[in-house]
């Protein structure tokens, strides 16, 4: 799994750093760039001997990984270039539909259990990590011109830990012991992280929040008694 996951990575990294890294300050030199990368996963464009498409296609065909689900995430990529702000709760939704879900579902059809239930659970853990994200991030996002949240903080917190709870089940559908437990640290640390937005909120603007080794600690402990979030 972890070389197939490798794969998954290289290219999502590949095109995160084509929308987003300084390599060029033309916005449609981006957007062209990962049209390419687009055509590439689909394979009409010969990249032979290039390291991440040759891993890539391999896992796509052992792993049966739609090329649909790469789309969604250069999607979210070509609307951080061309950004434009949420208007609403909807629009957030539908952008952590782009940027987040499709990672989840990946790591599912990896793991062998992209079960339609199983992503409708995974769907609602990583769209809560995204806004977790985007609640974390508010002063460094307002310094890049973002601004991700339409809403007043205090309801997207509570909204984003209803997310955490319709979702936190999902380790039940994963067959493997160590990724159920991975999963669940995951979810254990997203959780704790809202938790220091929460204790923060009204100095989010001003400072970004960062787990310390108390709260570490506090994660491994909920871990360890069975917590899921």
């Known amino acids: 799994m972890r070389r197939h996951m490798s794969s998954v990575y290289a290219i999502a990294r590949l095109g995160d750093d084509v929308g987003d890294e300084p390599w060029t300050t033309d916005p449609s030199e981006r957007l062209q760039a990962l049209s390419f990368l687009d055509a590439a996963i689909d394979r009409e464009i010969d990249t032979t001997g290039h390291p991440v498409f040759m891993a890539l296609h391999a896992t796509m065909d052992a ?30 939704l539908e952008y952590c539909h782009y940027s987040a879900n499709p990672v989840g579902e990946l790591v599912l059809r990896v793991a062998g259990s992209a079960t339609p239930e199983a992503i409708g659970k995974s769907n609602a853990i990583c769209t809560a990590l995204q806004i977790t994200n985007f609640i974390q991030d508010q002063q460094r996002d307002a310094g890049i011109g973002r601004r991700y949240l339409p809403v007043d903080v205090h309801q997207a917190i509570e909204w984003t830990r209803e997310l955490y709870r319709q979702g936190a089940d ?21 959780s704790r992280m809202l938790e220091r937005c929460e204790a923060m909120v009204d100095r989010l603007d001003q400072e970004r929040p960062a787990l310390g080794r ?10 360890a008694i069975g917590r899921r979030r």
Request: with cysteine; hydrophobic share 45%.
């Open 63 to 92: 792993c049966d990984l739609p090329p649909s689900l790469f789309h969604r995430l250069f999607e979210a990529f070509r609307r951080d270039v061309d950004f434009r702000a949420p208007e609403s709760w909807d629009d957030v």
């Open 170 to 190: 999902v380790v039940q559908h994963l067959q493997q012991w160590r990724m159920r437990q991975e999963i669940r640290l995951i979810i254990l640390a997203g």
């Open 214 to 223: 108390t709260d570490y600690l506090r994660i491994i402990w909920r871990w």
